[in-house]
């Protein structure tokens, strides 16, 4: 009879979830019994899901921090830089003669003037010439007029001395700041440097600064072996005109870098020729597709480390097997006292992911312990994912699904009578 209260419908649905949470608390006790009674088989059985659930973490994490140091090498290059080049396009000059229609200083004080979110920025003017270092001695190097925000927009380390300033650009001082190659090649190293003269077409410049990029470009920027660079106005002396070849920006947030270069490309193409042709390039692309590069290798190395988890898939299976065979008369009991297929099947299926859950702890809590203690016992701080954890333990799960239920079927296909024959 149904309690006070209670239709005899709801009290039966009570006792049926009393019963299936009692039958599966019995089956769990029943795991844990087995496990007591064959340590040593399930702790070998068990080894292959830890060094699996482990390698996956592993390899999650140092792919995170591969990731993590490149984007930050290209991002040293220039944060949040945007730099403009002039592209190609002619307008007409003298004579129907074809003119390039060059960047020029206004096109940068327009932009500075127009486009929000610029913090700093700089042109660049280009010369390639011999500089005379006295005895004799001449070089031939890059010299780069630039502005001292270049510093700032191109992340610049300086070695000794200093950088020119807005003083000295003023005043178009003839200072200059040469890079490491530069001063080891002359001068044998960065302090020795500082405080040399040498000439440019007969121009004395005084060396006041040693540079180095954040990251080596290897030549592959506007900076090359041997660089000079000195005030813009200076520069322009060599020259006579106010083209330059490049113009730097650098934007307050990453963020900005996108819609800043539309910007930036808009508003230096309304101060040309329509048929000149300008581009704002920006490392967001770069970062992007290294992004995605390195979350391809990834996946692609996870992948591999979870075949370590199929394997010991099989070892699981294989033991659960022999525990199926082991157990056979005991099956029969249970059968014979009232225990239907059902129970049987998740009686062994359970024991099956008990073992490659407890693996995957271990081998996750193993994994774990590494790049905490990178970042315990050293100034290196190693990015750790918990997808990395969730993706080892959910695969110890399914590793013991799939193969616990081979033989968690083949112990509920069996018949009772010939079960309990077994000696």
């Known amino acids: 009879m149904a309690p006070a209260g209670q239709?005899?419908?709801?009290?039966?649905?009570?006792?049926?979830?009393?019963?299936?949470t009692m039958l599966f608390s019995e089956i769990v006790q029943l795991a844990i019994d087995s496990?007591?009674?064959?340590k040593v088989r399930f702790l070998l059985t068990m080894l292959g899901m830890v060094i699996g659930s482990a390698s996956i973490i592993l390899v999650v994490t140092i792919g995170l921090t591969g990731k993590q140091y490149a984007l930050n090498m290209i991002q040293s290059i220039g944060p949040n830089m945007v730099e403009v080049m002039y592209q190609g396009g002619t307008v007409a000059g003298p004579n129907n003669t074809a003119t390039p229609d060059y960047l020029t200083n206004e096109d940068m004080t327009a932009v500075n003037a127009q486009v929000p979110g610029i913090v700093a920025s700089s042109p660049m003017l280009e010369i390639r010439d011999h500089v005379n270092m006295g005895n004799g001695i001449q070089k031939e190097a890059l010299v780069l007029g630039v502005s001292p925000q270049y510093k700032d927009v191109r992340n610049l380390v300086l070695l000794g001395?200093?950088?020119?300033?807005?003083?000295?650009?003023?005043?178009?001082?003839?200072?200059a700041v040469v890079n490491e190659p530069f001063a080891k090649a002359l001068y044998g190293n960065d302090d020795s440097a500082v405080g040399n003269t040498f000439s440019l077409s007969g121009i004395p410049f005084v060396i006041i600064g040693v540079f180095k990029e954040s990251v080596d470009?290897?030549?592959?920027?506007?900076?090359?072996?041997q660089t000079i660079l000195i005030p813009y106005p200076v520069a322009r002396y060599f020259t006579g005109t106010d083209t330059v070849k490049q113009i730097f920006f650098s934007m307050a947030d990453a963020s900005m870098v996108i819609p800043a270069s539309t910007e930036i490309d808009r508003v230096i193409q309304a101060r040309h020729r329509p048929t000149s042709v300008y581009k704002a390039f920006n490392l967001t692309q770069v970062l992007t597709v290294m992004g995605k590069i390195a979350n391809m290798l990834t996946i692609?190395?996870?992948?591999?480390?979870?075949?370590?988890l199929i394997v010991s898939g099989v070892g699981i299976m294989n033991s659960m097997l022999a525990t199926v065979q082991a157990r056979l008369r005991e099956i029969g009991i249970r059968k014979a006292l009232g225990a239907t297929s059902k129970e049987i099947r998740l009686q062994?299926?359970?024991?099956?992911?008990?073992?490659?859950?407890?693996?995957g702890i271990v081998g996750a809590l193993l994994?774990?312990?590494?790049?905490?203690s990178v970042d315990i016992?050293?100034?290196?701080?190693?990015?750790i994912s918990i997808w990395s954890i969730v993706i080892a333990l959910a695969t110890s799960v399914l590793v013991g699904v799939g193969f616990g239920t081979l033989p968690a079927n083949r112990a509920a296909q069996l018949d009772p009578v010939e079960t309990l024959k077994y000696e």
């Open 377 to 383: 016992l050293t100034p290196f701080k190693i990015p």
């Open 300 to 308: 692609m190395l996870t992948l591999a480390a979870a075949i370590t």
């Open 348 to 359: 062994f299926l359970v024991e099956a992911v008990f073992i490659s859950l407890s693996g």
């Open 161 to 175: 001395g200093r950088f020119f300033d807005d003083q000295d650009t003023v005043t178009h001082a003839k200072v």
């Open 7 to 20: 239709t005899p419908r709801s009290f039966e649905n009570t006792l049926a979830s009393a019963r299936s």
């Open 217 to 225: 470009t290897f030549g592959q920027s506007e900076i090359e072996e």
């Open 367 to 372: 994994g774990l312990a590494v790049p905490f």
């Open 35 to 38: 496990f007591k009674a064959s």
